[in-house]
């Protein structure tokens, strides 16, 4: 029951963020599946899969600000042992709409803030900034490609700070 709940609550602002979002104006959802191949900071024992939720507001057709969820699984391969961390954060990114062509798509610029939620042995704090391509589509909903740089300070020293690239798909709701 519950689940059911949650996506009937998922359904209802996809359906609002899509009627506001033919003037500009409105809720905003957006989706996001992540990979990080390997820290550029001299730890090329990290990798990441993220999934990505965003919810907030579009202010007009170029700044919106929104809540975002991230789930997170870490792997570090440090040899002989692989070890997987599973982890969520929270935060908040900015997006600003650098242009739009109807032929070619939009791009937005877009820098998060984002902390670790809970208290376990992988926690950090991560600050972001990458670029979005939505796909030219004549519907409120658009596919999304992202590509952007993370960092991702540790919160205690079980693991050090990772700086990386992040690659992703998904689907913008506006």
């Given amino acids: 029951m519950r689940k059911l709940g949650i996506l009937t609550l998922l359904l209802t602002l996809v359906y609002i963020a899509n009627v506001q979002g033919q003037t500009g104006k409105g809720l905003a ?6 990979v990080t191949p390997t820290s550029l900071n001299g730890h090329p024992e990290y990798s990441s899969d993220n999934m990505l939720v965003a919810f907030g507001y579009n202010f007009n057709s170029r700044l919106s600000l929104k809540a975002c969820l ?17 982890n969520s954060s929270l935060g908040a990114n900015l997006a600003y709409n650098i242009f739009n062509i109807s ?18 042995s992988w926690s950090f704090i991560c600050y972001e900034a990458g670029i979005r391509w939505g796909l030219p589509v004549s519907l409120p909903t658009k596919m999304t490609m992202n590509i952007g740089i993370q960092f991702m300070q540790s919160h205690n020293g079980n ?3 990772y700086l990386s690239i992040y690659a992703g798909v998904g689907f913008k709701f506006n």
């Fill in 29 to 34: 959802f957006d989706f996001e599946a992540r």
């Fill in 70 to 86: 991230d789930i997170i699984t870490g792997l570090f391969d440090v040899s002989p042992v692989k070890t997987y961390e599973f």
């Fill in 103 to 120: 032929s070619f798509g939009t791009f937005d610029a877009i820098v998060a803030v984002r902390n670790s939620l809970g208290n376990r």
């Fill in 159 to 161: 693991y050090p700070d």
